[in-house]
């Protein structure tokens, strides 16, 4: 293994993030300066960090799926670990595993808090916290490569191992170009979005602030009442209609971009995403039309919480915790879902379903008709034999994980709901569960173990499993 | 630039390393999704996988908006049909891999039909190359720059040579000879030495010269070889074809061994001249009984690399006094010093160095000097190229000892009006000049790319 290498590239992950940090203490100026000491301090203390673990390129810059595998959920970790400097510094929140779960939760685009006063936050400590949904929304490791070649042609290992998805497509035969062109549909929509909260009459700074937990499909809020806050139906729909378009695979959108409409809206996953989408609203809405009686709030409310849980993002302006069973049952079928491969969302991934879904019925048939013969097709290729694999062992290892992890969250004494939905919210980067973590409650109620445990699965469902279960694997640090 | 290469296999991959390099955009075609995965984590390039033929295929890898197309499948019609379909769809320049000579004459006829600007013979070129190093047997390796005017050859100074512990600045006073040792490998080392350099035994030094004073040279130190005479070729492939084409009108005799019936019948209706011996060459004392000891050459020319390796050791161990041997696939440089074999040939290799040679004098803005020729030595390392200089630019007229030359750049030799110059410090380039250059570092695709 290239340790060398490996090292090289956790500090450029560090020099990054002390560069991306410039922003909040931008922020925290423009709002009278409160807090921009800590991000000054911060700053230092992540850019020495980086400097002790090397600043010069090792000569051998080779690096295959291991190292990157490595490298990744290395530096997912001390990117949080120093994301979460800040927060411990500033005595904004006081104990060290909160500020650790609340930075995890933000890089991963979980969205679940501990912190039960956000108000009680500078404004700089607030944007740091919504700005790091946006960064871990689309990938550090996209950003780094924009602005410079990790290893020299291997980087499509380092991509692949952040991009989420069951397969990685370039845009562009650079990877650098193909970066740019992500990160520039990423930061416009993120604009336009923005602009339309603030003429929708929203505060400039919560627009800002929404826009960016919206693109990377995080969640956290920037008051204590959520969206309910501003009574605002206009941003409602706005930040509903935008949390289902950043659920969308960006490469979808280059097309469109390109001008390739047909090949674009042509997309299985992307029209059964769609469709998805529209039948749960339908159903949810005939659940919950008694509690609202009206029907056009019926019908934002309803779109609102399936565009929020499916796309993985977890904003509420309503307590789904009080809705009939069938609605939350439906909301935690759509935590497992998640929304399309190379979108900024988490979960199991529409593409993944769709092919276990082909695989399932194909053999289905099979034990009928031993003898027949036929392949799957899914966006009108054929799946090979491993792609379909893949995904059913990434399921596989997914059931495993959620079983487990909910076992011994129950061992804490939570009933079964609330422990599973725990480990789902947060395994699958949603944000909000069912009972005391609600949309009205809080993580603050879990233990310290608990919160740990529950950080290590928010980085491992936004890395997809592989690279953080590797660090677990000892085979995988062995010297042969 | 934008080029899309359709057909990875070792040509496809060898020259997609080449481009990538160079910075070029590149996306590959092949019909095999492993080879596809398998470039793509190993180079900074789009793989689409589908049938380069096909348009569809094409308008996914972007042909449209693409500057070149390089069609490089294992076969002939399958890429003059991609370039066809290439060019249909807007690619302005094409180029194609075609092996079969009966092709040839036609292709030139529709060349303006398909946009053809290249056709590439892997097995050809290599042929040539191989031919070359036959008629100089002195040298592990000879290239020919400026229309025969210079030659570069490497040479491989042993324990017993005259040369060990001379220094350089020396070297032209002791043997009376007009000779330039451009490049030096010491071990893992390749450098450009100055005067004070010392030769030791084990280094491998490339030499340019005019022809006559690289015989002077070889003759003085002793080591002068005669031309071949007789040449024993092992396998019947293509480039056993074209090699034995060239030799046999150079008047050399060639034998050629292929256990093949049919291949052997169709070898000896193309190459009348040729003694072609039907039978396993690795049968015991088969090329014993063949004269292998009487043959001024040995060249293997099968499917396999590690037989070529093989018979290449054997030849050596039977003290057949120069050997040639085709490794096409295998990439470890160490194992060739270690077998003792000099002269290693690779098809591939030569037809990505002739396709990037193309690249870049394509890219060049008009009116500067372009690359003529390009060809990489010391196991890939190092480019040897050609130019001619232009009139008018900042640089002729100036001593080359006032021009800021980049790092790892050396003017290798300059040919005035026929004339070949060993150049000094005081020497300078005048328009019209041909002249070589070495570059051991950087991609150089105009004389402007030399200097800082």
């Not at chain 2, 005479?229 to 150079?250: E, K, N």
Request: some cysteine; charged content about 15%; hydrophobic content about 45%.
């Amino acid at each position: 293994m290239n340790y060398k290498m490996i090292r090289y590239i956790l500090s450029v992950f560090l020099r990054a993030e002390a560069a991306l940090m410039l922003l909040p203490l931008f922020v925290s100026l423009v709002y009278g300066g409160e807090g921009a000491v800590w991000f000054l301090t911060s700053i230092a203390i992540t850019l020495a960090a980086s400097l002790l673990l090397g600043v010069k390129k090792p000569e051998n810059d080779t690096i295959f799926a291991k190292e990157s595998f490595v490298s990744v959920a290395l530096g997912w970790l001390l990117l949080s670990i120093f994301g979460a400097v800040p927060f411990y510094i500033s005595g904004s929140i006081p104990s060290v595993i909160d500020c650790f779960f609340e930075t995890v939760s933000g890089f991963t685009t979980t969205g679940a808090s501990i912190l039960t006063d956000v108000e009680a936050l500078s404004k700089g400590m607030l944007f740091w916290r919504e700005f790091t949904h946006w960064i871990g929304g689309m990938g550090i490791l996209v950003f780094i490569l924009m602005l410079t070649q990790l290893s020299e042609g291997h980087s499509l290992y380092l991509m692949r191992a952040e991009v989420p998805g069951p397969s990685v497509g370039k845009l562009t035969p650079k990877s650098s170009s193909t970066a740019v062109i992500l990160y520039s549909i990423y930061t416009g929509m993120t604009v336009l979005e923005a602009l339309l909260l603030i003429c929708g009459g929203m505060p400039v700074f919560d627009s800002v602030c929404y826009a960016l937990g919206t693109a990377g499909t995080g969640g956290f809020a920037v008051t204590n009442a959520g969206l309910a806050t501003y009574a605002n139906p206009y941003a409602e729909w706005v930040i509903g209609i935008f949390m289902v378009l950043f659920g969308v695979n960006f490469n979808l959108y280059y097309l469109m971009l390109v001008k390739k409409f047909k090949l674009a809206f042509a997309s299985e996953e992307l029209r059964t995403f769609l469709s998805i989408v529209v039948v749960s609203s339908i159903l949810m809405g005939i659940n919950i039309y008694p509690i609202y009686g009206n029907l056009w709030e019926t019908i934002r409310m309803a779109f609102f919480h399936v565009s929020t849980i499916i796309s993985t993002t977890g904003f509420t302006n309503a307590d789904f915790n009080l809705w009939p069973n069938f609605s939350k049952t439906l909301i935690i079928f759509l935590m497992i879902l998640g929304s399309c491969a190379g979108s900024t969302a988490g979960g199991l991934k529409i593409s993944r379903v769709i092919i276990m879904w082909k695989m399932a019925k194909r053999n289905i048939f099979q034990l009928l008709h031993p003898h027949s013969f036929g392949t799957i097709k899914f966006e009108g290729k054929a799946v090979d034999k491993d792609t379909g694999n893949g995904v059913a062992i990434y399921i596989s290892i997914f059931l495993f994980i959620l079983a487990g992890s909910t076992l011994l969250i129950a061992a804490e004494g939570f009933p079964f709901e609330t422990s599973f939905v725990a480990v789902l919210a947060c395994f699958n980067n949603v944000g909000p569960g069912l009972g005391i973590n609600g949309p009205t409650g809080n993580y603050a109620g879990f233990s310290g173990f608990t919160k740990l445990l529950l950080s290590m699965l928010m980085l491992t469902g936004r890395l997809e499993i592989y690279p953080v279960l590797m660090l677990f694997v000892p085979s995988f640090w062995k010297k042969r | 630039m934008k080029i899309v290469v359709i057909g990875a296999g070792k040509v496809g991959r060898a020259l997609t390393e080449q481009l990538v390099k160079e910075g070029h955009n590149i996306v590959v075609v092949d019909s095999n999704t492993d080879i596809i995965a398998g470039i793509e984590n190993s180079f900074d390039v789009m793989g689409v996988v589908g049938n380069g033929a096909s348009q569809s295929t094409q308008e996914e890898a972007g042909v449209q908006t693409s500057e070149l197309v390089i069609s490089v499948t294992s076969s002939d019609e399958v890429n003059i049909l991609c370039c066809f379909v290439a060019h249909q769809l807007g690619a302005p320049k094409t180029i194609a891999r075609v092996r079969n000579p009966e092709y040839r004459n036609q292709l030139e006829m529709m060349k303006d039909e398909l946009g053809l600007s290249m056709i590439v013979n892997p097995e050809r070129s290599a042929a040539l190359e191989a031919s070359r190093i036959l008629r100089f047997p002195s040298a592990n390796d000879i290239e020919s720059f400026c229309r025969g005017h210079v030659e570069l050859v490497e040479y491989h100074i042993g324990e017993d040579s005259p040369l060990c512990g001379l220094p350089l600045s020396l070297l032209q006073e002791t043997y009376k000879v007009k000779i330039l040792v451009c490049v030096v490998r010491r071990g893992e080392e390749i450098l450009i030495p100055n005067g004070d350099f010392v030769l030791r035994a084990g280094d491998k030094i490339n030499i340019t010269a005019s022809p006559e004073n690289i015989s002077l040279f070889f003759k003085a130190i002793g080591s002068l070889r005669q031309p071949v005479r007789s040449v024993m070729i092992v396998g019947g492939s293509m480039m056993t074809y074209h090699l034995a084409h060239i030799l046999l009108s150079m008047g050399i005799r060639v034998k050629i061994i292929e256990e093949r019936e049919d291949r052997c019948a169709e070898l000896a209706e193309d190459l009348p001249k040729a003694d072609i011996v039907c039978a396993d060459a690795t049968s015991k004392d088969l090329l014993v009984e063949e004269g292998i000891t009487d043959f001024d050459a040995f060249v293997a020319l099968t499917g396999f690399d590690e037989m070529n390796i093989i018979f290449g050791m054997y030849a050596k161990a039977k003290q057949v006094p120069k050997v040639v041997v085709k490794v096409n696939h295998i990439s470890f440089p160490e194992v060739f010093e270690s077998s003792g074999i000099q002269s290693i040939i690779t098809p591939k290799l030569i037809a990505a160095e002739r396709i990037s040679t193309y690249v870049r004098a394509m890219q060049n803005s008009a009116g500067h000097s372009t690359v003529q020729s390009m060809r990489r030595i010391v196991d890939n390392q190092v480019e040897a190229l050609e130019f001619v200089v232009h009139g008018g630019d900042r640089y002729s007229g100036t001593p080359l000892r006032d021009l800021p030359f980049r790092k790892g750049i050396l003017i290798a030799a300059i040919v005035r009006r026929g004339q070949t110059l060993i150049p000094g410090g005081s020497d300078s380039m005048e328009k019209g000049d041909s002249i070589v250059v070495i570059a051991t570092n950087g991609v150089i695709s105009e004389l402007d790319d030399i200097f800082r």
